[in-house]
């Protein structure tokens, strides 16, 4: 007779695997994990994004972001997802970084004006150093606003940002608490492997997590700077050649 395989060696499945089956059925529908978060990158093509393919390609099911020698830059250069909007939502995806490398995760950003691929607004910083991962840092608009292990809070200001920013740091942030000292809160970040980000942002909340541990927290009462809708984009950096890996890129928005 024939041999039966036991239904619970049947269960276990990786987000990968899973990502792979169902998008080979339903390539035109949107693929969504068991907790009900909707792939965005399908692992074998750029489409739904916009991006310098000098910079970015896929590479084994990976979205690669990579600078030589050869193409150094002299701006920060984004792949901007095409596929929505940014509001109230939570992010999950998994990184690799190069030793000097420098990436972030931009989110309710917008478009800068006569510059290709280019972002400004909130960004989730990854940084190979692991100096800078985890930090709520605003693209071409308030600098840093929260440093890793900050829970902060951002009041109103008038007049020209410039005049609130010292040493590419937001001078207006008060600081309410601490998340952890920073040297253990960044202990569980692996080198040259893959790790985890989840951006959990709601209405003017956003909680920057890294494998699990809450490394920023920002509440932004700014009712001025603030924003509540935006691109999405992940970024490589002006430096060094460096290089960023991302996969299982999936967003979910929260109602």
Request: hydrophobic share 35%; with cysteine.
């Amino acid at each position: 007779m024939p041999v039966k395989t036991p239904i619970s060696l049947l269960r276990p499945i990786s987000c990968v695997f899973l990502f792979l089956v169902l998008n080979s059925c339903a390539p035109d529908k949107p693929v969504v994990d068991e907790d009900g978060f909707v792939f965005i990158f399908d692992g074998k093509t750029l489409n739904g994004w916009d991006g310098d393919s000098t910079y970015w390609r896929v590479e084994d099911g990976i979205l690669v972001g990579e600078v030589t020698s050869a193409t150094l830059l002299d701006r920060n250069s984004f792949i901007i997802w095409r596929g929505g909007l940014t509001e109230d939502f939570e992010l999950k995806v998994e990184y690799r970084i190069s030793a000097e490398g420098n990436s972030g995760i931009n989110y309710r950003s917008e478009e800068v004006d006569g510059v290709p691929h280019a972002l400004k607004g909130y960004q989730c910083d990854i940084d190979g150093a692991n100096q800078y991962t985890g930090m709520n840092y605003e693209e071409r608009r308030r600098t840093t606003i929260a440093r890793q292990g900050q829970q902060v809070i951002l009041k109103t200001v008038e007049g020209p940002l410039s005049t609130y920013i010292e040493n590419n740091r937001w001078t207006r942030t008060i600081v309410r608490d601490t998340l952890g000292n920073v040297d253990s809160l960044t202990s569980s970040i692996k080198s040259n492997d893959w790790n985890q980000v989840h951006l959990v942002v709601r209405g003017n909340r956003m909680l920057h997590y890294i494998n699990g541990v809450l490394m920023s927290d920002v509440t932004d009462n700014d009712t001025i700077n603030r924003r509540f809708s935006g691109l999405l984009g992940v970024q490589v950096h002006v430096g060094p050649p460096m290089k960023i890996e991302y996969r299982n890129f999936r967003i979910k928005q929260i109602k």
